[in-house]
């Protein structure tokens, strides 16, 4: 089983529209979480780490629930400019330093 | 801060050949890592340092070595390239984690095609 499991999409959407992605998690050990945004052709980008009590950056929202091993990100009022690809990671608690991913969720924003 | 750089950012080997891939930070990273990307299989680790002079294996190591022997520097070297290792190469660096400042910066990437 990998360590993190995501939903690779598609996901299309219109402009406005609210999205959510969902991850979920192996190792009820790993520490940290993080949303990673991917272009394409380029490298990934963190987008926002996920702490316990939930955070929020503008229109995304990213909330952490450790008792079904599971992080969501929530984008809302989507842009055009928010198409890309989404990774999820968790940061292993059984080897130190080692980021997980997942495969990645491609979203579509289309006008 | 140039943050991290990568060279190439494109090569074409011969089967057999051998090459390195140069990676390089200037933000003081303990952590180091070196993933592969293909489609449809999201980012694979290849291997990782967690400081100058220790170096371990991810998920993917056959085929590459590493070395650390400077705190901003963790070249990948393919031994003998195979078309199998066609693949989009990205180098990442971190604090050390436990710091609370472990999220991965990237570099741009290598697009190597083996032929």
């Known amino acids: 089983r990998k360590e993190v499991e995501q939903d690779p999409g598609p996901f299309n959407v219109p402009e406005g529209a609210t999205v959510a992605f969902n991850c979920t998690y192996s190792?009820?050990?790993?520490?940290?979480f993080f949303w990673y945004r991917q272009d394409c052709r380029k490298e990934p980008k963190l987008l926002m780490s996920?702490?316990?009590s939930g955070n929020e950056d503008g229109r995304f929202t990213a909330q952490l629930n450790r008792a079904s091993q599971y992080i969501s990100l929530l984008i809302r009022d989507s842009k055009l400019s928010d198409s890309a690809t989404y990774l999820c990671a968790s940061l292993g608690g059984s080897t130190l330093g080692r980021l997980y991913f997942g495969r990645g969720t491609q979203l579509t924003v289309w006008p | 801060n140039a943050g991290v750089t990568q060279t190439p950012k494109f090569q074409v080997l011969k089967t057999g050949q051998s090459m390195t891939l140069q990676c390089a930070q200037d933000m003081n990273h303990e952590y180091m890592s070196w993933y592969r990307q293909d489609p449809g299989m999201g980012l694979r680790l290849i291997h990782y340092?967690?400081?100058?002079?220790?170096?371990d294996q991810g998920e993917v190591p056959n085929g590459y070595n590493v070395s650390r022997s400077t705190t901003e520097d963790f070249p990948l070297r393919l031994l003998s390239a195979a078309p199998s290792q066609t693949s989009v190469y990205f180098c990442?660096?971190?604090?050390?984690?436990?710091?609370?400042?472990?999220?991965?910066?990237f570099g741009p990437g290598t697009r190597l095609l083996v032929l």
């Open positions: 996920v702490y316990s």
């Open positions: 990442a660096s971190s604090y050390r984690p436990g710091t609370g400042l472990a999220s991965q910066y």
């Open positions: 190792n009820s050990a790993s520490q940290s």
């Open positions: 340092s967690v400081g100058a002079g220790i170096t």
